[in-house]
């Protein structure tokens, strides 16, 4: 496009008939292009980045939705340091976290090199592994209030046949986010699964039979071959999950509703909790940009980390 | 020599298993992930006695219908299922056309702006549904569809992912066969629904998958922006009766059944398909 429009001026003017004829053609192949990719356009970037420089705006005022929004410059965001339930809420992500992102992606790995082997009840295996990933996560939380339900659930009832005392789980203020992120494991692990064993199946054979004609055993052919090779797929589950795993949501509602004792209140719930229950729209939408931000510069560490070190994840 | 390395064999041999080691670790684990899910329909056919007892029965003794039944007269169900019906069947016929026109365009079309357009299209993955909830939120209150069905489908009428998995698409089909239908006279839009679609019919099917399981499992835009309980989707509906009901098991199984089961049978039937579309998301989105 630019170079034609560059070289236009270059050539001798042997009249405006072209030159307006081409003109006309650029417009309606604008118009044309547009024309296509205009009403998905404006519904994505409509539905995502206008509000998110709206709530930017919202987040420097007090507002409860109904009176006159009042503008308290930065206020919000200094008061989110002082706020101890921001604070737990904070912790309470970054716990999940930390023990979502690595369980998924180890359970995922070792479930992929599993489900790649050839053998027999095999579809069997991948289809029951895979199926929870399709329930939702409000099915899935209210089926986990069943399971783990101290009284009567088939978690206490396994425990007690192998002789191990009855726990609270979801009742218990110190197993509630552990058993959370259990469930949200059981939900989202497949997902892992799949792109690990498509990785696995783009391994191409010659590397590994090369590798094992010199005399490798399995496992430094795992170690030196099928792991770098999955590195992209690697960085980008991490990023996804990461993602995954701060955006928690749907789960927590149907579970615990951040309870008991606030055990489960992570940031996005709170955020929840502030907007739509105590209407304090400015500060929940502070809260939420500080979160965007440090998501932000999580991703693009990750990012940054996984081009400097050479493996390209996208 | 023969015999002695025959008698050194046979030992070996006996300690293998009769079958592969990993089924010792696939078999525990696929219980793991489904049996929850078969005690969830196996619960939903119990009667509540049977469900309140203790040690817990995993078998029914019976088919009771008591949690259907029951279900049926005390919530809306059927309501929450039309409702979630018509939403998703509303998200993925809007992403079909939408995403695939939108696809193409980048993909195959030249004009102004698209560059820019495309990057903000991309741009939009990184913002977070936390930074949308309020504003997205006080929008469809200013548009009017606060408590209405469009408050669960607005946001799933079209995505970026859709865009990015049709536009990668495109650019992987061959330009000859639409050039030739060009030089035959044909516009842009002719050729892209003469020659062009019959040939996504795989990334249309990955698409519609990908917009049916985000749509029909969605529980927060509705939850926000829906408090008519004749208006909820099946997950709005099913969590706000849990709130309601927190010991109703049967009633609320019976539930989960109903809205998982769909989902669960056409992941049953067209597995290859969902699975590719995991991948997808996975490798290339």
């Known amino acids: ?314 | 020599m023969t015999t002695s390395s025959g008698t050194r064999t046979a030992p070996a041999r006996s300690w293998r298993l009769p079958f592969s080691p990993w089924h010792l670790l696939l078999m525990p684990l696929a219980l793991i992930f489904v049996l929850p899910l078969v005690q969830m329909v196996l619960t939903s056919f119990m009667s509540e006695s049977e469900i309140n007892r203790f040690p817990p029965k995993f078998i029914p003794s019976g088919l009771h219908f008591d949690g259907y039944t029951k279900l049926l007269s005390e919530s809306h169900i059927l309501l929450w299922f039309g409702n979630t019906v018509l939403v998703s069947a509303v998200a993925v016929i809007s992403h079909l056309i939408l995403c695939s026109l939108a696809g193409y365009g980048f993909a195959r079309l030249k004009f102004a702006g698209r560059g820019l357009a495309f990057v903000a299209i991309v741009a939009t993955v990184m913002i977070p549904m936390q930074l949308l909830m309020i504003p997205t939120y006080l929008m469809f209150a200013q548009l009017g569809i606060v408590d209405t069905l469009a408050a669960a489908f607005v946001p799933w009428l079209a995505s970026a992912f859709g865009i990015f998995l049709m536009r990668q698409f495109f650019l992987g089909l061959p330009v000859e066969l639409e050039e030739a239908a060009r030089l035959d006279g044909c516009g842009a839009l002719r050729t892209f629904v003469s020659v062009v679609l019959p040939l996504a019919r795989p990334a249309l099917a990955t698409l519609a998958v990908f917009t049916l399981l985000s749509s029909w499992n969605d529980l927060l835009w509705p939850l926000i922006a829906i408090s008519d309980d004749t208006k909820f989707t099946l997950q709005v509906g099913l969590a706000s009766f849990q709130g309601t009901r927190r010991t109703e098991w049967s009633q609320l199984m019976a539930g989960n059944v109903i809205a998982t089961l769909p989902l669960i049978v056409a992941f049953l039937v067209a597995q290859r398909r969902f699975i590719a579309t995991m991948t997808f998301t996975g490798l290339k989105g």
């Open chain 1, 1 to 314: 496009m630019t170079i034609t429009f560059a070289a236009t001026p270059r050539t001798p003017p042997k009249g405006t008939a072209p030159a307006a004829r081409r003109r006309g053609r650029a417009l309606r192949r604008t118009l044309t292009g547009w024309g296509f990719a205009a009403p998905a356009t404006v519904l994505v970037v409509g539905l995502s980045i206008f509000p998110a420089v709206w709530a930017f705006f919202i987040s420097r005022t007090r507002w409860n939705g109904i009176a006159p929004a009042k503008p308290l410059g930065w206020d919000n965001y200094q008061r989110i340091a002082q706020d101890p339930d921001a604070a737990a809420a904070a912790q309470h992500t970054l716990l999940l976290t930390v023990l979502f992102v690595p369980g998924s992606i180890m359970l995922g790995l070792l479930i992929a090199i599993a489900l790649n082997q050839k053998i027999r009840l095999i579809g069997f295996y991948r289809t029951c592994i895979f199926v929870p990933y399709v329930a939702s996560a409000a099915a899935t939380g209210i089926l986990a209030g069943y399971v783990f339900n101290p009284q009567f659930g088939a978690a206490n009832e396994v425990l007690r046949r192998l002789g191990l005392p009855a726990q609270g789980f979801l009742e218990s203020p110190g197993q509630a986010l552990l058993v959370i992120c259990v469930i949200a494991l059981w939900g989202e692990v497949g997902f892992c699964a799949v792109i690990y064993l498509a990785a696995l199946q783009d391994i191409p054979h010659e590397l590994v039979e090369a590798a094992t004609v010199d005399g490798a055993s399995k496992l430094r052919v795992f170690w030196h071959i099928t792991l770098p090779e999955l590195r992209p797929v690697t960085v980008f589950t991490a990023i996804w999950q990461t993602i995954t795993a701060m955006q928690l949501f749907d789960l927590i509602y149907t579970t615990t509703r951040g309870g008991p004792m606030n055990s489960t209140q992570t940031v996005v719930y709170y955020i929840y909790e502030l907007a739509f229950q105590t209407q304090r729209l400015g500060y929940g939408a502070a809260l939420a940009y500080l979160l965007f931000a440090v998501t932000m510069v999580l991703t693009l560490s990750v990012f940054w980390y996984s081009r400097r070190s050479g493996s390209e994840a996208f």
